[in-house]
């Protein structure tokens, strides 16, 4: 009886050191899956406000080089940098503190698209058509804080790889989802082999936070075609969720 006892005694504290040892492993995978969540979200971050915003800086300042010294044309490109260089500061401090992208804090997604799209417009010289359709309506923070950030990207791929004649930007409010479309009709790509020369993570970034939401990416493109970039989220209600 004894015996018994002591065997099955012995037995518990295996389990229960077995327990102790599997929820030791459990807090530490939670605890990596929450490091590398954050790492991803810092790195969205950084690539869609400074690294966006440094690229775009870059290219005021080698097209100012490259005006053989037209003054006014010198001026125009530096000017563009300056105000770019502000606007990623304030995005960056923006997302330090975890508020929302600067254009949607002062107006909501159609006006804070056309204002992206006519801004990208007019640094790259390239026109852009921005049409809405459907019911819009306000949604989650984090609904038009993603498609902003997708459309941004987009517009800036366009412009740094596409050689594009003309944009087109379309926001659809269905019932249940919203869609963003940014077409260009430029050089297209290999999707299942971009060749970014620098390990680009515009594609990847934007794939993340569609993701994230439940959406949907798909990138409709090939070499000579031109470049389609759609995204499709819930249309969440603004302040439905925190
Ligand atoms: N609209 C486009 N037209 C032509 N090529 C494109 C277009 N968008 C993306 N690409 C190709 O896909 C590659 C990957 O794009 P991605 O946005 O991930 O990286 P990147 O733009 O090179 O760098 P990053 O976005 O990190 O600054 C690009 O380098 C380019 O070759
Ligand atoms: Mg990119």
Redesign the pocket.
């Known amino acids: 009886m004894i015996a018994e006892l002591e065997e099955s005694g012995a037995k518990l504290a295996a389990l229960a050191e077995e327990n102790a040892g599997l929820q030791a492993q459990l807090l530490t995978q939670a605890r990596e899956a929450g490091v590398l969540a954050e790492r991803q979200r810092l790195a969205r971050e950084i690539?869609d406000t400074i690294?966006?915003g440094l690229?775009a800086i870059l290219t005021q300042l080698e097209a100012a080089e490259g005006t053989a010294g037209d003054a006014g044309a010198v001026r125009a490109r530096l000017d563009a940098a300056r105000a770019m260089a502000k606007e990623s500061l304030t995005e960056a401090r923006r997302s330090v503190q975890a508020l929302r992208p600067a254009p949607l804090h002062e107006a909501q997604l159609p006006a804070a698209l056309r204002e992206v799209a006519a801004a990208w417009s007019r640094s790259t010289g390239v026109p852009v058509a921005v049409s809405v359709t459907g019911d819009s309506r306000p949604l989650h923070v984090e609904v038009e804080s993603t498609l902003l950030r997708v459309a941004q990207?987009a517009l800036?791929?366009?412009g740094?790889?596409?050689g594009a004649a003309r944009v087109g930007l379309t926001l659809s409010y269905m019932e249940d989802v919203v869609a963003l479309d940014v077409r260009?009709d430029?050089?297209?790509?290999d999707p299942a082999n971009?060749?970014?020369?620098d390990g680009?993570?515009?594609?990847?970034a934007m794939r993340q936070r569609v993701t994230r939401l439940a959406g949907d990416l798909t990138i409709e493109?090939a070499p000579g075609q031109g470049?389609g970039v759609s995204a499709t989220v819930p249309a969440i209600p603004a302040g439905s969720v925190s």
């Open positions: 690539h690294a966006q690229t990207e800036a791929n366009a740094k790889h596409a260009d430029g050089r297209g790509f971009p060749g970014a020369t680009g993570f515009g594609l990847v493109t470049t």
